[in-house]
């Protein structure tokens, strides 16, 4: 009965033999077709004008397809006026500079080489998902447009006669704009994202804004969106963080303009306590010019050490919370000889580059003064009512988690942990000893706990729970992280570059060769002769001859490199991969400058044996599982176990 009970309510939204059946027809049509592309992008970092370039052009997907099309019909120039129209319809066509050449003439040319492009890219969906990702208002027109035979006479009248209303009644603009934005949507199937959307550039907002109007994407957390989600929380640690980094990188455009977090009682505190202080230790690094919240860089370095002594003191605090970190050596401001001005670390004694601490007493140098408990209660207030930040963090975790699998890929962003003898290290936890995916999974379930926790069911409160954020950010234990130690404070105080050093997991070496990678595999569940690791966090550095592909082309390390902080270290911009029923193939990005042709160089790296169709995928599994359903249900209908109007009856037997 459970079964005829469930087939019950599937009558309700198939109330007849026909409606199951023609479903049936529709649903093993779609397992015919050929997958849609799957794009894989990682570290972010804030990059907006870039991510969202190399998202609206797929990664020059885009333009491959106006040449396929056009080849010899237009000139480079106008192919690339044509594909910079495609990635900016709005802002182009409201820009001054344009209104002379948008005529009537330049309207209805265009209109129909946007028309052959989005042919050209939707030739693989059905009629039906093109429809649906058109804007509601032209659907009908541009499928007309679409679909029309131009070979036939009529039609051909029939099609000048839907261009020239388009024309007549002024709605060209907004006919291109509509048109150019169902080919972004098309050409893009699903979008992953391996980690780090946050810190070091100008507009992580507006990334996030880009990524949740997008209509299939997921987020593989990063561990700077850990450190993030920490602040969103409220946690201290994590928000002190957060405005190092910003202050640290000149990004005062996201936090004041992006996300409305009130910083002038920090520049004011910071002025006080270091007006004569050059603060020489913590000048920002200038790479982006800030528009709405523009900072001088003696301030922005005053506020960047007073935040910082902050976080020293908020992270020893977090450190005392919870022993069971065993992160005691990484408490460093009682390691300092304030009248000798070195600090000892591992037995070593180095002299401190800055030896001005006002705000510190070396006989309890982790007392917050009142000041800095007054200043961390605003910023506090500041972040948790953010209703931006808040709704972007909300998206990590309804689109988002610590790994994903899908389609025989493995994606996370950081790594597994291993131990020097390739096993998988164990984490001791309240309920046992992780490790591998169960690791993953714990830090998944205790970060979601943390998130939505009330403050009732915790008695030691969201402050002690949300601390698991930090620990996310820069715990050597943390898949997110994977390495033994964040040496802010060496890089803030001590010259000698020995002390910067954070050595990586010994998961990178090994990642490197296929029979680990084959272990991380048969952890998840993977077959390893189709699977492949999709990997962030590692900026690769083609300069040095390093290569993203590991492992005989089973582990992609795909650190997107866009953030400019890396580009001297990498020599590019980054990786993107993409995934489509005939390959899997990496587009090398470049610099990137608006208006340029920044066309990634995109390079096949691995053919697949047959073309790959929807019924192949994790999705097409779902589609057949639901034919199933459905083909249970047309029985019952014919069998008489249920009347076509969603009545019960018994079978005679």
Same mark, same amino acid.
């Given at each position: 009965?459970?079964?005829?009970?469930?087939?019950?309510?599937?009558?309700?939204?198939?109330?007849?033999?026909?409606?199951?059946?023609?479903?049936?027809?529709?649903?093993?049509?779609?397992?015919?077709?050929?997958?849609?592309?799957?794009?894989?992008?990682?570290?972010?970092?804030?990059?907006?004008?870039?991510?969202?370039?190399?998202?609206?052009?797929?990664?020059?997907?885009?333009?491959?397809?106006?040449?396929?099309?056009?080849?010899?019909?237009?000139?480079?120039?106008?192919?690339?006026?044509?594909?910079?129209?495609?990635?900016?319809?709005?802002?182009?066509?409201?820009?001054?500079?344009?209104?002379?050449?948008?005529?009537?003439?330049?309207?209805?040319?265009?209109?129909?080489?946007? *028309?052959?492009?989005?042919?050209?890219?939707?030739?693989?969906?059905?009629?039906?998902?093109?429809?649906?990702?058109?804007?509601?208002?032209?659907?009908?027109?541009?499928?007309?447009?679409?679909?029309?035979?131009?070979?036939?006479?009529?039609?051909?009248?029939?099609?000048?006669?839907?261009?020239?209303?388009?024309?007549?009644?002024?709605?060209?603009?907004?006919?291109?704009?509509?048109?150019?934005?169902?080919?972004?949507?098309?050409?893009?199937?699903?979008?992953?994202?391996?980690?780090?959307?946050?810190?070091?550039?100008?507009?992580?907002?507006?990334?996030?804004?880009?990524?949740?109007?997008?209509?299939?994407?997921?987020?593989?957390?990063?561990?700077?969106?850990?450190?993030?989600?920490?602040?969103?929380?409220?946690?201290?640690?994590?928000?002190?963080? *957060?405005?190092?980094?910003?202050?640290?990188?000149?990004?005062?455009? *996201?936090?004041?303009?992006?996300?409305?977090?009130?910083?002038?009682?920090?520049?004011?505190?910071?002025?006080?306590?270091?007006?004569?202080?050059?603060?020489?230790?913590?000048?920002?690094?200038?790479?982006?010019?800030?528009?709405?919240?523009?900072?001088?860089?003696?301030?922005?370095?005053?506020?960047?050490?007073?935040?910082?002594?902050?976080?020293?003191?908020?992270?020893?605090?977090?450190?005392?919370?919870?022993?069971?970190?065993?992160?005691?050596?990484?408490?460093?401001?009682?390691?300092?000889?304030?009248?000798?001005?070195?600090?000892?670390?591992?037995?070593?004694?180095?002299?401190?580059?800055?030896?001005?601490?006002?705000?510190?007493?070396?006989?309890?140098?982790?007392?917050?003064?009142?000041?800095?408990?007054?200043?961390?209660?605003?910023?506090?207030?500041?972040?948790?009512?953010?209703?931006?930040?808040?709704?972007?963090?909300?998206?990590?975790?309804?689109?988002?988690?610590?790994?994903?699998?899908?389609?025989?890929?493995?994606?996370?962003?950081?790594?597994?942990?291993?131990?020097?003898?390739?096993?998988?290290?164990?984490?001791?936890?309240?309920?046992?000893?992780?490790?591998?995916?169960?690791?993953?999974?714990?830090?998944?379930?205790?970060?979601?706990?943390?998130?939505?926790?009330?403050?009732?069911?915790?008695?030691?409160?969201?402050?002690?729970?949300?601390?698991?954020?930090?620990?996310?950010?820069?715990?050597?234990?943390?898949?997110?992280?994977?390495?033994?130690?964040?040496?802010?404070?060496?890089?803030?105080?001590?010259?000698?570059?020995?002390?910067?050093?954070?050595?990586?997991?010994?998961?990178?070496?090994?990642?490197?060769?296929?029979?680990?990678?084959?272990?991380?595999?048969?952890?998840?569940? *993977?077959?390893?002769?189709?699977?492949?690791?999709?990997?962030?966090?590692?900026?690769?550095?083609?300069?040095?001859?390093?290569?993203?592909?590991?492992?005989?082309?089973?582990?992609?390390?795909?650190?997107?490199?866009?953030?400019?902080?890396?580009?001297?270290?990498?020599?590019?911009?980054?990786?993107?991969?993409?995934?489509?029923?005939?390959?899997?193939?990496?587009?090398?990005?470049?610099?990137?400058?608006?208006?340029?042709?920044?066309?990634?160089?995109?390079?096949?790296?691995?053919?697949?044996?047959?073309?790959?169709?929807?019924?192949?995928?994790?999705?097409?599994?779902?589609?057949?599982?639901?034919?199933?359903?459905?083909?249970?249900?047309?029985?019952?209908?014919?069998?008489?176990?249920?009347?076509?109007?969603?009545?019960?009856?018994?079978?005679?037997?």
């Amino acid at each position: 009965m459970r079964d005829l009970d469930y087939l019950k309510l599937l009558a309700k939204q198939f109330p007849t033999a026909t409606a199951a059946g023609a479903e049936i027809i529709n649903l093993r049509a779609i397992c015919a077709l050929p997958k849609g592309t799957e794009y894989f992008f990682s570290d972010l970092h804030g990059e907006s004008d870039a991510f969202i370039y190399l998202m609206r052009s797929a990664s020059g997907i885009v333009r491959d397809k106006i040449d396929e099309t056009f080849g010899n019909l237009l000139p480079e120039e106008e192919q690339l006026e044509l594909a910079n129209l495609i990635y900016y319809p709005r802002d182009i066509l409201s820009n001054p500079a344009h209104k002379a050449k948008d005529t009537p003439e330049w309207q209805r040319i265009t209109i129909n080489r946007l *028309v052959n492009i989005c042919r050209c890219v939707s030739s693989k969906y059905t009629r039906s998902k093109v429809r649906k990702k058109m804007p509601q208002q032209y659907a009908y027109a541009i499928d007309e447009l679409l679909h029309l035979d131009s070979h036939d006479e009529d039609k051909r009248g029939y099609l000048r006669g839907i261009m020239d209303a388009i024309i007549d009644i002024d709605m060209g603009d907004d006919f291109i704009v509509a048109l150019s934005e169902l080919i972004q949507n098309l050409v893009v199937d699903n979008l992953h994202i391996i980690g780090d959307v946050f810190d070091r550039g100008p507009h992580a907002d507006q990334i996030m804004e880009e990524l949740m109007s997008f209509h299939d994407v997921d987020i593989e957390w990063g561990n700077h969106d850990a450190e993030w989600m920490g602040a969103a929380c409220g946690n201290p640690a994590c928000i002190a963080s *957060v405005l190092r980094i910003a202050t640290s990188y000149n990004s005062f455009d *996201v936090l004041e303009d992006g996300y409305g977090i009130n910083l002038r009682p920090l520049s004011m505190y910071a002025e006080e306590v270091y007006g004569d202080d050059p603060c020489d230790c913590f000048q920002p690094h200038l790479l982006d010019t800030n528009v709405s919240d523009s900072v001088d860089p003696r301030l922005a370095a005053k506020m960047c050490k007073a935040i910082s002594i902050i976080l020293f003191k908020e992270e020893g605090a977090l450190i005392r919370r919870h022993p069971e970190y065993k992160l005691d050596h990484r408490m460093l401001l009682d390691k300092i000889d304030y009248e000798k001005g070195t600090v000892t670390i591992d037995g070593e004694s180095y002299p401190l580059r800055d030896t001005n601490f006002p705000t510190i007493d070396p006989k309890d140098p982790y007392k917050m003064t009142e000041k800095e408990k007054e200043l961390m209660n605003t910023l506090v207030y500041s972040f948790t009512h953010s209703q931006l930040l808040q709704k972007h963090i909300r998206f990590f975790f309804t689109n988002g988690a610590m790994y994903k699998v899908v389609n025989n890929n493995i994606l996370y962003h950081g790594c597994i942990p291993m131990n020097v003898d390739g096993s998988f290290l164990q984490l001791e936890t309240a309920k046992g000893s992780v490790g591998g995916k169960a690791l993953m999974d714990y830090f998944y379930e205790r970060a979601i706990d943390a998130y939505f926790l009330n403050g009732e069911n915790d008695p030691k409160g969201k402050i002690y729970a949300t601390d698991l954020f930090w620990y996310m950010w820069c715990g050597p234990c943390s898949p997110l992280f994977g390495k033994d130690k964040m040496t802010t404070f060496e890089h803030c105080f001590i010259e000698d570059p020995d002390t910067h050093v954070e050595k990586f997991n010994i998961y990178y070496e090994f990642s490197k060769e296929e029979r680990y990678v084959d272990r991380i595999f048969a952890e998840f569940g *993977v077959d390893p002769e189709r699977g492949h690791v999709v990997n962030g966090h590692v900026p690769v550095k083609t300069k040095r001859g390093e290569s993203p592909i590991k492992a005989n082309g089973k582990l992609f390390v795909i650190d997107g490199g866009i953030s400019k902080a890396y580009h001297s270290r990498t020599g590019i911009a980054g990786y993107t991969l993409i995934f489509n029923s005939r390959h899997l193939a990496l587009a090398e990005h470049k610099g990137f400058q608006k208006g340029s042709e920044n066309t990634p160089e995109i390079q096949i790296v691995e053919q697949m044996k047959h073309r790959i169709h929807v019924g192949e995928t994790d999705n097409g599994q779902e589609l057949q599982r639901q034919i199933a359903d459905l083909e249970e249900l047309l029985t019952a209908y014919r069998n008489g176990d249920i009347r076509e109007k969603g009545e019960i009856v018994q079978k005679r037997r």
